[in-house]
């Protein structure tokens, strides 16, 4: 019975998930909305129209406030709903991506839509390239730990010789693979690195 319990909660989150994100972005078009209200309307009637003056600040902040929830609760919905056929490692890599790509996105946006125009399509694309390079080594990382998890060329638990470091693998995180050396010290390997050596499986020790 216990277990039919926490089964159904657990199928249970991903609609909580989607549904918390349904609420962000109800939230989002009424707060903009409002947003837009106060600075055309309130503001001017009551003489702070010194606020006009920092309009373009105060929608940077409500906008990169909101994307952060919206990009974080979709986030997490793809989560769980990836838990349901997949372990938590494998999950949260996904997870982790959509919210680097998520964050990238949406500051490429901003910056776009504070000039408009043909300068804001000049300045979206400018800073586009420069989180694209920023972010690349992040991304490919990533990538190759989602990869690894996948289709599991090493696995948790394992006993491996990776280049000319020989370990058991303790986790593989977003960004590395750790492996616990038979000395104690912990090693992180980039995983494009890791997906670049040679891997030798070893024979577990008696």
């Keep these: 019975m216990e277990k039919s319990t926490h089964e159904n909660k657990e199928l249970r989150k991903p609609g909580m998930a989607f549904l918390r994100f349904m609420i962000y972005v109800i939230a989002f078009v009424v707060l903009q909305a409002l947003l837009d209200f106060v600075m055309r309307e309130i503001v001017p009637k009551v003489g702070l129209k010194v ?8 929608r940077i902040t409500f906008w990169i406030i909101i994307g952060y929830l919206l990009v974080n609760s979709f986030a997490k919905f793809v ?7 997949y372990e938590h490692p494998e999950a949260s890599m996904i997870e982790s991506l959509i919210k680097i790509l998520g964050m990238g996105s949406i500051l490429v946006g901003v910056s776009g839509a504070i000039s408009g125009g043909a300068i804001g399509i000049a300045l979206g694309g400018f800073m586009g390239m420069v989180i694209g ?14 990869f690894i998890l996948l289709a599991k060329p090493i696995k948790i638990g394992e006993r491996v010789t990776i280049g000319n470091v020989k370990g058991v693998i303790e986790n593989i995180t977003t960004l590395y693979t750790h492996i616990r050396q038979d000395d104690g010290s912990l090693v992180l390997i980039p995983n494009n690195s890791v997906l670049g050596q040679k891997i030798v499986k070893l024979e577990e020790r008696a």
């Design 51 to 58: 606020l006009l003056n920092y309009e373009a600040y105060i």
């Design 79 to 85: 989560y769980w709903s990836f838990r349901q056929r």
């Design 133 to 146: 390079f920023a972010s690349q080594q992040v991304l490919s990382q990533a990538l190759a730990g989602l």
